[in-house]
């Protein structure tokens, strides 16, 4: 089986993390650059799948700026077979769309079974991803999985919403998406890290993809961009026999009632 | 902040990287807990174990990592800015298994060295006695020849992991002629007569279990010696020497650590008006901080590279060791300064810093005795 796992680089989940005003990107210098926590688990789900089943092969794909490489290195220790990372300056600022084709497009490139991606980037919070390439791959897609099962056929998950739970089963070729309910990943450890210098690690840009960037089609673009405003202290009432009408009032002139 | 590092690969920043994530994320979430009960976390060690951390030193052929000490000591350095005790642990653990290492035939390697490092065990060292710490030649544990091995009586003190640990590293007088009279002998923690003493009940580097060994007619077979009758002594003080530089990156870590605490601390706290770090006074205690951190990593990754190209660094590593250990005491006695009565109380780990900084002046050879070598070693130069 052949399964591709999405990863991406975000900005330290623990740490700062800065819009840049004047792009109104990410500033990526604001902390350190790490692999998706959720990604990482996605990432787990397929190793430990992999590690049971000989001849799985475990594919992880990102794209972003020329420091993924890095993050990337983090996920071949980890035990992925391979990495491919799509690298071209046009995906600056790429919005869902491009970003759902970009990848999509490096999925089809090869064979798979199977796509693996977290529910929801800790940067971008978009969760639309998985649907997205699932859409384009023209396969169905499991979302939001809070456990899963894979055989040679066939995805089975339990996703849980406010009403309940359900049980998903889809066939393969498919694409799944994982919540935080999954296991923690694994550290890398001493061994993966020097037997991740060994493994296949390919570059692609958006001509390799056969993408044009600039093509007219609809695409969301970021028209303004501005600091949150700093919260401004509240209105205290106290009581003094009349606190309830207060609070009425208070309720009914912000339209809150 | 994290240490700023100027690292020689990619894989060198990405074992640094590994080390930095399981110092974080499962040491510093324990550390105060553990070390206030004085609790010997030994799942952490099997978890740096199962990450290849334990064995960084030693040939990959035995299940080594074989990296240089350029690299594994600032493995040492992360884990020491999370856990002392670990740190410390570690560094007693690859000195441990020095000997064997460097001076084992084949055969002993073969058969033991696997299992030592392998990460599932830990090891100890023994060479101090209560009469003879700075002066080691004045040992009086004995091993007497006996039918296929050698029988050792005797006590050993200050032994870190003593009884908790795997295995024993420990020199033993073989014949009444000084330090020529000592041999180096690797001994299963379950041998027969060996037992440890209660735990000393230590300042700091509560986490970290230190005892005598008590050797009651313990038997060792022979193929157990390491090296020859005799060659103890010179194999304990090389060992020393490495050894040294592993506790050189632990204090440095431990410097960095309480450092980092006191920077944070003093961005945060307002007087007069301002953060405390914005009055000269304070800035300029948390600036010689930081240059005693940075001055401490510099001279031991200088001897760190002499050994990694095989150039004798005995008296660079004797540097290391008075330099980093002397710089933690101060840069963490001015961390608890830094915090004020804040550093002075239990709720912050600015205390347990200054109490695990000092006896990284005393163990593995006294700050005397690292100006002992040194000066030596300027007598002996010509």
Request: proline residues 4%; contains cysteine; hydrophobic residues 45%.
């Amino acid at each position: 089986m052949r399964i591709i796992v999405l990863v991406k680089e975000v900005p330290d989940t623990y740490g700062d993390r800065k819009l840049d005003l004047e792009t109104g990107l990410a500033d990526r210098s604001a902390s350190e650059k790490v692999l998706d926590e959720i990604g990482e688990r996605a990432l787990e789900v397929a190793i430990s799948y992999a590690e049971s089943h000989a001849g799985t092969e475990v594919v992880a794909l990102s794209v972003g700026p020329d420091s993924v490489p890095t993050t990337l290195r983090k996920a071949l220790a980890m035990g992925a077979t391979s990495a491919v990372h799509v690298l071209d300056d046009a995906l600056r600022g790429s919005d869902l769309t491009l970003t759902a084709e970009v990848l999509s497009k490096a999925i089809e490139r090869t064979t798979f079974d199977l796509v693996i991606a977290g529910n929801l980037s800790t940067d971008g919070t978009a969760g639309v991803i998985p649907s997205m390439v699932a859409e384009l791959l023209g396969v169905p897609h499991a979302t939001n999985l809070g456990s899963i099962d894979i055989s040679e056929s066939e995805v089975r998950g339990m996703r849980t919403t406010d009403d309940g739970t359900m049980e998903i089963v889809t066939p393969l070729p498919a694409v799944v998406s994982i919540t935080e309910r999954m296991p923690d990943a694994r550290f890398p450890n001493f061994k993966g890290i020097m037997a991740a210098k060994k493994k296949p690690f390919e570059t692609v840009s958006l001509s390799d993809l056969g993408i044009d960037a600039e093509a007219p089609v609809p695409r969301s673009i970021v028209v303004a961009v501005a600091e949150k405003s700093a919260r401004a202290a509240g209105v205290k009432i106290i009581d003094e026999g009349n606190g309830g009408q207060q609070l009425a009032d208070f309720l009914i002139a912000n339209k809150l009632a | 902040m994290p240490a700023s590092r100027l690292m020689v690969s990619e894989e060198a920043d990405d074992i640094v990287a590994l080390a930095r994530e399981l110092a974080t994320q499962k040491l510093a979430p324990r550390v105060a807990d553990d070390e206030k009960q004085a609790i010997f976390p030994r799942d952490i060690f099997a978890l740096l174990g199962q990450a290849g951390l334990m064995s960084l030193p030693y040939p990959e052929q035995y299940g080594g990592g074989a990296q240089p000490a350029e690299i594994y000591l600032q493995v040492f350095e992360e884990i020491g800015a999370a856990w002392a005790s670990v740190g410390v642990g570690i560094s007693v653990h690859a000195l441990s298994c020095f000997p064997l290492a460097n001076y084992g035939s084949e055969e002993q390697k073969s058969r033991w060295l696997p299992e030592m490092l392998s990460g599932d065990t830990l090891g100890a060292y023994c060479l101090s006695e209560a009469h003879a710490g700075s002066d080691p030649a004045a040992m009086r544990t004995k091993a007497t020849r006996t039918e296929g091995g050698y029988l050792i009586n005797g006590a050993k003190a200050w032994t870190t992991h003593g009884g908790n640990a795997d295995f024993y590293t420990v020199m033993a007088r073989t014949a009444d002629t000084g330090g020529r009279g000592i041999s180096c002998f690797l001994v299963p923690a379950d041998a027969e007569g060996l037992s440890a003493a209660s735990p000393e009940q230590k300042m700091g580097l509560t986490g970290s279990p230190t005892a005598t060994m008590n050797f009651d007619n313990v038997f060792v077979e022979e193929a157990r010696r390491i090296g020859a009758e005799g060659q103890g002594l010179s194999i304990a003080l090389a060992a020393l020497e490495s050894g040294r530089l592993g506790i050189a990156a632990v204090a440095t870590g431990l410097a960095q650590g309480a450092l980092d605490l006191a920077v944070t601390y003093a961005k945060s706290r307002e007087a007069f008006g301002k953060a405390i770090i914005d009055h000269e006074g304070l800035g300029f205690v948390l600036a010689d901080m930081a240059a005693d951190v940075e001055s401490a990593r510099a001279t031991y990754l200088s001897a760190a590279r002499l050994k990694d190209v095989g150039r004798p660094f005995g008296k660079q590593a004797a540097i290391a060791k008075l330099v980093a250990t002397d710089n933690a005491m101060k840069v963490t006695t001015n961390a608890v300064q830094v915090l004020g009565g804040a550093g002075y109380t239990k709720d912050f780990p600015a205390e347990r810093f200054m109490r695990e900084a000092k006896v990284m002046q005393i163990f593995e050879g006294t700050n005397q005795i690292q100006r002992l070598v040194i000066s030596r070693d300027l007598a002996r130069a010509s």
